[in-house]
């Protein structure tokens, strides 16, 4: 990631160095100034104060100015590092399959995002600058230092010694500290995003206590690691400190000592001094990039393994095109079971001719959503093969697949904005009049048209402006315009009410007339206008016929269809 914003990572290394060697020459021009410039003076010759002021002014504005410029280069280069990576973590989350989606929650997904990139973002916008400026002070110090009084350089070798045992120390604690304080802070973060997804469920059990204490106890643990490496902080600051000023306090008292017996100027001393304590400061800081790299490496870590993920449903190497498609599907000895497992569908024959609809029934994990999650390819088979017009839909390109079967879920997830759009969705690029008519060929289109701001109407967050029928009806009209030659209906019109399935059946003839349909449904109302019924229980298809034939035939779906005349039999 580094290596397209190499150039400008390269010129801020400059500058830093320049920056440094700006400040550098400070103490140095101050002891000329005190030991050659005033005497000169005092000779009449104000030649040498003049150039050492002059000096000293315009090495103190070119390092304020490079300071300045080092800072703005190093923002752009970390801040380009940071969009491509924010972009690549965002790709990569797009392209994993349902699988990881379904065990990887979305409050650590919030956390990548969010804790963990910010983290990277404050190492990257100062950290790196401030170690390579902290170490080119402690060098060119150390060589300043060396060049006006080798004695005194020798005092700051022996102060040196118990600032990198601080230092050291400080390392082993702030590692361990800090990595606790970013777990506890992304446990925080998807514990938050947790109760806030499922708020109505802890409204509606009366979770909001059991839920607080949850909270407050991660909240404390984020606290007490957060109080703990504030507390190594300040012994770290404080103990650097101690040496600094001690440091300084020695060296005063044996350079004064050699000025008092003129073996040193007071020049000297007092460039002395303030190179003593220029360079004992840039261990702080080093200190405290410690703390933001540590910060960041924890950090980097969980970034790192979530772009090593690997879909397990991934895009074909030489993927066959389908422009057009028939619908004809076809499992062949299909064996299929979640992750590591058990078989959730053992040697799953089935045809269904192109046009078809075909419903599949059974009791509640039987495998019917199976059928259709591995149609639809969001998860792929452990053997066998699901064709598509005789191809394996693991062949076949992405676009292509899409276009060709659509599926329509209970949950019937709306974008935030407006009706259009999220209708839009099945055809990005329809008109408003085609959008109306699918619309209009689901029967939603009276129940828009009556809002205040018809299809400019905002849904609002996760549509909750609109009744979960309501919403189920928007996914309809978005399939309609999709217009598949393979549609695929998951329990699509269970939020629906009785008026609301009734106008869904009508729109659903439109819907399902001259492509191929596999509806997954409870109830038998939609089920019954299907061409095909087929009766599913662990994975394995007990009864196939129509559902005239299934009823007169006194197996499973004839129970099935006698306990649902019963319910249409009993009074309100």
């Known amino acids: 990631m580094i290596r ?13 160095v320049l920056a440094q060697l700006a400040l550098v020459a400070g103490p140095a021009l101050v002891a000329y100034g005190i030991d050659n410039a005033l005497p000169a003076l005092r000779e009449g010759r104000s030649g040498p104060l003049v150039l050492a002021s002059g000096v000293y002014l315009v090495a103190a504005l070119a390092g304020g100015w490079l300071g300045a410029a080092t800072v703005r280069a190093s923002a752009r280069v970390s ?4 969009l491509e990576l924010r972009r690549r973590v965002f790709r990569h989350t797009q392209r994993l399959d349902l699988e990881f989606h379904e065990r990887y929650t979305s409050g650590r997904i919030i956390s990548r995002q969010t804790s963990d990139l910010d983290a990277l973002r404050e190492l990257l ?3 790196l600058t401030t170690l390579a400026s902290s170490v080119l002070a402690i060098a060119f110090t150390a060589i300043g230092l060396a060049v006006l009084d080798w004695r005194s350089g020798l005092l700051l070798v022996a102060a040196v010694v118990p600032g990198i045992v601080l230092t050291r120390w400080f390392q082993v604690r702030s590692q361990a500290q800090y990595r606790a304080s970013r777990t506890s802070a992304a446990r925080l973060v998807v514990q938050f995003v947790e109760a806030m997804t499922g708020i109505r469920a802890v409204q509606a059990f009366r979770r909001e206590a059991q839920t607080e204490a949850a909270y407050d106890a991660l909240a404390e643990e984020y606290r007490a690691n957060s109080a703990e490496a504030i507390r190594v902080n300040g012994v770290f600051d404080t103990g650097l400190t101690l040496i600094a000023n001690v440091t300084v306090a020695v060296v005063l008292l044996v350079g004064g000592l050699r000025v008092l017996d003129g073996g040193l100027e007071v020049g000297v001393l007092i460039g002395a001094v303030l190179y003593t304590r220029r360079f004992l400061a840039p261990l702080g800081q080093i200190g405290m990039f410690y703390n933001s790299f540590q910060s960041a490496t924890a950090a980097l870590e969980k970034v790192a393994a ?14 066959v095109a389908l422009p057009s498609v028939r619908g004809d599907l076809r499992f062949a000895d299909v064996t299929f079971g979640y992750g590591g497992g058990p078989i959730v569908l053992p040697h799953l024959d089935l045809h269904v001719p192109a046009g078809q609809s075909v419903a599949l029934v059974g009791r509640t994990g039987a495998g019917k959503s199976t059928v259709a999650k591995l149609l639809a390819r969001f998860y792929d088979v452990r053997d066998g093969a699901v064709l598509l017009d005789g191809v394996d839909v693991r062949e076949i390109a992405p676009g292509d697949l899409r276009r060709a079967v659509v599926m329509v879920t209970q949950e019937a997830y709306l974008f935030s904005g407006s009706i259009a759009a999220n209708i839009a969705i099945g055809r990005p690029g329809a008109t408003a009049a085609e959008v109306e008519a699918a619309a209009r060929a689901v029967g939603v289109h009276e129940l828009v048209a009556a809002m205040p701001d018809g299809y400019d109407t905002d849904v609002d967050k996760r549509g909750v402006r609109l009744s979960a029928g309501q919403r189920q009806l928007v996914s309809f009209a978005r399939a309609f315009l999709a217009d598949p030659a393979v549609l695929v209906l998951d329990e699509a019109t269970s939020s629906l009410d009785v008026p609301g399935e009734a106008q869904v059946q009508r729109g659903l003839r439109t819907l399902l007339a001259g492509r191929t349909a596999v509806v997954i449904a409870h109830r038998l109302s939609t089920v019954m206008g299907s061409d095909r019924v087929l009766v599913v229980d662990d994975g394995r298809v007990l009864e196939d016929g129509s559902p005239d034939e299934l009823v007169a035939a006194g197996g499973r779906f004839a129970r099935l269809h006698e306990e649902w005349q019963r319910s249409l039999a009993a009074p309100a």
């Open 4 to 16: 397209p914003v190499a150039r400008p990572a390269a010129g801020a290394a400059v500058l830093v």
């Open 79 to 82: 801040q380009t590092i940071l």
């Open 125 to 127: 916008d100062g950290g």
């Open 306 to 319: 979530l772009l090593a993920e690997e879909p397990t449903v991934p895009d074909p190497v030489r993927p």
